[in-house]
Nanobody
Framework: QVQLVESGGGLVQAGGSLRLSCAVS????????MGWFRQAPGKEREFVAA????????YYADSMKGRFTISRDTAKSTLYLQMNSLKPEDTAVYYC???????????????????WGQGTQVTVSS
């Protein structure tokens, strides 16, 4: 099992930036895939981005490309999500998640992931 704790959310004006962090502890594997998801009120949980914890390969939802950047620092056991040019529609609770033995074709599905953080609120004002 992997323990995940997000931080870095908050209130920001449209056009601003935030960097989310996710502290990772517990047992990871060479195959572990780490992901960021978000969920707005009344909406389903939505894939944002994912990264291979060991190899660093990155994957993005099409709508996030160019504005969001996922990264990780394995020495610090921390996952990051840099969010730029934020829009009011980016307002949501953001979650990090771990998939210990991923099926890559399912990486965009929340049900694929084994462990989740508690989430951090991001609010973008217009």
């Amino acid at each position: 099992q992997v323990q995940l704790v997000e931080s870095g959310g908050g209130l920001v004006q449209a056009g601003g930036s935030l960097r989310l962090s996710c502290a990772v502890s517990g047992r990871t594997f060479g195959t572990t895939l780490m992901g960021w998801f978000r969920q707005a009120p009344g909406k389903e949980r939505e894939f944002v981005a994912a990264i291979s914890w060991t190899g660093g390969a990155t994957y993005y939802a099409d709508s996030m490309k160019g504005r969001f950047t996922i990264s990780r620092d394995t020495a610090k056991s921390t996952l990051y999500l840099q969010m730029n040019s934020l829009k009011p529609e980016d307002t949501a609770v953001y979650y990090c998640a771990a998939d210990l033995r991923p099926t890559m074709t399912r990486m965009r599905h929340p049900g694929e992931y084994d462990d989740w953080g508690q989430g951090t609120q991001v609010t973008v004002s217009s």
